[in-house]
């Protein structure tokens, strides 16, 4: 459980807070999505659930421990936080020492390092790239990577910050699964993002964040089709709800958000325009 | 004359074992609108880095084949004297970004190419009124927004005059806002410069409606070569593409059995077939 309880953050020499008064629980096995405009401080709250930032008012709990009381590196035993850049995470000269690295820290021996590593390179398809440097790699790679790097000592929460960006569409349907997967396991999934369309394929929970207040926390087909709350975030409909929207249909078209929901709730209405006029159109 | 011209052009990394590029023979007349796109390793960055000459000035390996830019043959040109030609904007604005103003950096690149300093002014401040950021001109790049920050770096880029912008994944860092703005910002340069745009990007669902056409490139080779309408289709489903998302539901509805003609790319074409049928 990552619990964030009336919370303020500012940095140093900052005229102004970053957070404000921020409340929330994340339980074991969630899936949530933290979005809000650039500079809303989505990165600044990840920071604090593995000790990297401590609150100046409030605390930040995990699993009922609260992060003053720890140093970053036992965090991080339970709290794994994937940067949105990976070369601010990124040093080893192979893939497989990047990886090998904190297990060796955390004292697990050679063949359970090995295999582990291995393991993970199968599931992120890196495994082609064992002894390559990871400087050599794509972006997109290097992000696996980094990820890679983490899940490797297996933290019971994980934390990514932008998951998504420079992966293509087919890496991000992996990344879906891969963290349908996790969830499956009893992980808990925190992703910051501000991609709504891998927020609508995927539904977790929105905590949206504006100007350091969380604005709203609810479904994401609630959030995603809220113009109102939108706006204030920076963020945009998905495609698909875009188009619900400005279809002549009233009723639940609402809380539509991705293509396959779309997909059931017109396929009834188009059978019975085309049945009553005999053609398409 | 075309703006890009590629002729069977190959490229192999030192110390790989095939080729990234095989083969790709493309040619983009001036004023077009292109989208590069493609799964991860296809070949499209490799592609883009032949334009200004990083390849083989700063990444080794073996060129084949011939490619012009503005009529011009890369072969033996540095970076330098290409991006007189040919403009670039990356992924995130922070990386083209250094000098303590907003002015200074977009009179970073046009200051080094040696033309009389007032000539340079004027083009920096017209960069600026273009790309909406000439109330910025004493900000520094750390004080704007991601969506200003690369605002400012096509800005650099455009004062350079280039006949050629190639812009790699240029929203990726940005909120849904700013980004649809931005592509905005690059739409409106095609149109009113005629300036030939190639935008590298996955993320179709935001640029599909300015193109004027699609490349997909796939395994080194290019795969589809069309109109958006007509490469979204089966086969970029197959590679891999993410298409729009209406583009995949009208294909979804197809599979149902609906007799539907038309392939929207943008909310607006879906919004409008699907309003036909619900009204009559």
Redesign the interface.
């Known amino acids: 459980m990552i619990s964030v309880n009336n919370t303020s953050f500012r940095y140093i020499g900052a005229s102004s807070d970053v957070l404000t008064n921020v409340n929330l629980q994340i339980k074991d096995g969630e899936f949530v999505a933290i979005m809000g ?3 809303s401080g989505k990165t600044t709250l990840v920071k604090m659930f593995n000790g990297l930032l401590k609150p100046r008012v409030g605390s930040v709990m995990i699993d009922g421990t609260d992060t003053r009381e720890k140093s970053v590196a036992q965090l991080s035993r339970d709290v794994g936080l994937i940067f949105q850049n990976p070369d601010h995470q990124l040093f080893a000269e192979t893939v497989s020492e990047e990886l090998s690295f904190s297990l060796r820290n955390f004292g697990f021996n050679e063949e359970v390092v090995k295999r582990r590593v291995t393991n993970i390179l199968t599931a992120l398809d890196l495994e082609k790239y064992v002894d390559s440097s990871p400087f050599v790699l ?4 290097r992000k696996r990577v980094a990820l890679a790097a983490i899940l490797v000592w297996d933290p019971k929460h994980i934390i990514m910050d932008e998951p998504t ?8 349907d992996r990344l879906r699964n891969f963290i349908v997967q996790l969830i499956s396991q009893g992980k808990t999934i925190v992703i910051v993002t ?1 991609d ?2 891998f927020v ?1 394929e995927c539904k977790p929970r929105v905590v949206l964040l504006s100007k350091g207040t969380v604005i709203a926390d609810d479904a994401a087909t609630k959030i995603l089709t809220n113009d109102e709350l939108l706006a204030q ?4 409909r ?3 709800a ?2 619900m929207h ?4 009233s009723g639940k078209t609402l809380d539509i958000i ?3 929901a ?2 059931e709730f ?2 009834p ?2 059978r019975e ?2 049945q ?2 005999g053609h ?2 | 004359m075309p703006a890009i011209s590629a002729r069977n052009l190959s490229f192999t990394y030192v110390g790989a074992n095939t080729p990234s590029m095989e083969n790709v023979s493309l040619s983009i007349e001036k004023g077009e609108f292109v989208i590069l796109t493609g799964p991860s390793g296809c070949g499209k960055t490799t592609f883009c880095r032949c334009l200004n000459g990083l390849i083989p000035n700063f990444y080794s390996g073996e060129v084949r084949g011939d490619l012009l830019v503005d009529d011009v043959n890369v072969n033996g040109k540095s970076t330098a004297e290409l991006s007189k030609h040919i403009g670039f904007v990356f992924q995130n604005p922070e990386n083209q970004l250094f000098s303590l103003s907003v002015e200074r950096d977009v009179a970073f690149g046009v200051e080094n190419l040696g033309i009389p300093q007032e000539e340079a002014l004027e083009r920096v401040k017209w960069a600026m009124k273009s790309t909406g950021i000439e109330n910025l001109r004493e900000k520094a790049p750390y004080e704007l927004s991601g969506g200003q920050q690369q605002r400012a770096a096509i800005a650099g880029v455009l004062a350079m005059k280039p006949s050629i912008i190639v812009l790699d994944e240029p929203t990726s860092f940005l909120d849904p806002r700013s980004a649809e703005d931005i592509v905005g910002v690059i739409a409106k340069l095609n149109q009113e410069l005629q300036l030939t745009t190639l935008l590298v990007e996955h993320r179709l669902d935001i640029v599909s409606r300015y193109a004027n056409r699609v490349i997909v490139m796939d395994k080194g080779k290019v795969a589809l070569d069309g109109s958006p309408q007509a490469v979204y289709g089966d086969q970029a489903r197959l590679i891999g593409i993410g298409l729009p998302k209406v583009t995949t539901l009208f294909h979804l509805l197809r599979r149902d059995g609906f007799p539907i003609a038309t392939n929207p790319i943008t909310v607006e074409q879906a919004s409008s077939e699907l309003r036909k049928v619900l009204h009559q």
Request: proline share 4%; glycine share 8%.
């Open positions: 405009e650039n500079g794509s972006g997109g790679e960006i420079g992966q293509d569409y087919l890496q991000k501000h709504v369309e609508a975030a920076s963020l945009v998905p495609q698909i875009e188009l400005q279809l002549p249909i991705d293509a396959y779309a997909r017109l396929v209405k188009l325009a085309v009553t006029s398409w159109r």
